[in-house]
């Protein structure tokens, strides 16, 4: 009996291995082509199409799943970068941190970027996404207050524009235009520069969030 056990969970444990590895192939394959098939998945999962299917019954299934598990990952990131602030953290110092951190899940956050460009994912991304643009709205809107940042649009507005920093870095890494050790330090150093920040103060307030962002999950 106890055999049949542990081959029962073996079983289980490779399988959520192999649901792990899929969710992982999909991710880069989908961040990178939208469009991506269950074929493209399980090729570069290293998988057979029919333990693709074993797991999900459909890409439209896969996708939603992915979807989800990117979500839970940018709730995690929002989490972590309100958990980590340190007494009165200046707002800027904050804002910093999350597009560092946000940086460290680029993957994740490119996947919600390209599916949030199709109709049928909008919901399904603005609910996952939606803390994150909180935050960033909250955070301009004390940088305001505290009159670092200058106000010549609206928040939601310049939360958007900041939204699309990191995007763009990684573009630029793609391009090898921009060393990928460097990604994160530009990420937040031009997100600031975008909220309106005072180029004087920028580099003071990204090596800050430097040092409060590290240990914070990838």
Not at 42 to 65: C, K, N, P, Q
Not at 208 to 213: E, Y
């Amino acid at each position: 009996m106890q055999c049949v056990d542990e081959r029962i969970q073996r079983r289980r444990r490779d399988a959520e291995a192999n649901r792990d590895l899929l969710l992982d192939a999909a991710l880069r394959a989908l961040a990178e082509d939208p469009d991506a098939g269950l074929d493209a998945v399980a090729r570069a999962a290293g998988l057979a199409r029919r333990t693709v299917y074993g797991h999900f019954s459909s890409r439209e299934a896969l996708v939603e799943a992915l979807a989800d598990r990117a979500g839970e990952g940018m709730a995690d990131v929002v989490r972590s970068v309100r958990a980590a602030g340190v007494g009165d953290e200046h707002p800027l110092t904050t804002l910093a941190r999350l597009e560092i951190t946000v940086w460290r899940s680029i993957e994740r956050y490119r996947l919600l970027g390209r599916l949030a460009t199709r109709p049928e994912h909008v919901e399904r991304v603005s609910r996952h996404t939606g803390n994150v643009r909180s935050l960033r709205i909250e955070l301009v809107q004390a940088g305001r207050a505290r009159g670092a940042l200058r106000a010549t649009m609206p928040c939601e507005v310049v939360a958007r524009l900041v939204q699309a920093v990191p995007l763009a870095v990684f573009d630029a890494v793609l391009e090898g235009t921009l060393d990928a050790g460097d990604a994160a330090r530009v990420t937040a150093v031009t997100a600031l520069a975008v909220a309106g920040a005072d180029p004087a103060e920028v580099e003071v307030h990204v090596d800050a969030a430097f040092l409060t962002s590290l240990g914070e999950p990838s």
